[in-house]
């Protein structure tokens, strides 16, 4: 946090822009985001090991401050893992979404899928069943977008051996070549909806 502030103390961000935040794969994603998403002025906030309650607790630091007129969010990995019940991973997620919608009625928000992974398949279902529930939910919620990116990291039901580094759990370049794909097609049509 005090780094993002320092960052911003440095070189105020003009409001407007898409703030893109959660957890490490977002963090170790701001290497190359601007360059993925380059039709879109970026604003990288990811933190490594946050989780939803996290992001809700910051939120004014990493979001609301920047003024953005859309945010893009991916947590829900690191909560199943610490053994959060995927209702309260939805519970989190709205109580999140009103405050940001209460701060401004015209933000829009897209959550980014919990993404399937070697380190967590045993848990994969109960991630699934999060992602079920948030897309259902951005489904019948006006400004609310759901982003598939587990569909892209997936070959026959498994996740793809092919699109991580080592530890089994984040992606290499070839898995944000797809990740960054599926996020994009969604993010710039909604985007480009409102301009």
């Known amino acids: 946090m005090a780094n993002f502030n320092r960052l911003g103390g440095r070189q105020p ?15 170790m994603w ?17 933190f490594g090991g946050s989780n939803m309650n996290d992001l809700l607790y910051y939120s004014d630091q990493l ?14 990995d690191n909560d199943i893992v610490q053994g959060i019940e995927p209702q309260q991973v939805v519970d989190k997620f709205l109580a999140l979404a009103d405050k940001l919608r209460k701060e401004n009625p015209e933000l829009r928000i897209y959550f980014i899928s919990i993404k399937p992974s070697l380190a967590r398949w045993s848990l994969w279902p109960k991630m699934q069943q999060t992602n079920r529930m948030i897309e259902k939910l951005c489904d019948e919620r006006e400004h609310f977008f759901y982003i598939d990116v587990a569909s892209a990291l997936l070959e026959k039901s498994r996740p793809r051996r092919d699109i991580f580094i080592a530890d089994g759990l984040h992606l290499n370049e070839k898995g944000y070549e797809l990740w960054s794909g599926a996020v994009a097609a969604v993010l710039e049509r909604g985007e480009s909806a409102f301009e």
């Open 63 to 76: 979001i609301s401050r920047h003024r953005p007129r859309a945010v893009a969010i991916y947590e829900g």
């Open 30 to 46: 701001h290497p190359r985001i601007r360059r993925d998403l380059g039709g879109i002025r970026v604003i990288p906030r990811g």
């Open 13 to 27: 961000i003009e409001p407007g822009g898409v703030v893109v935040t959660g957890s490490s794969s977002i963090r």
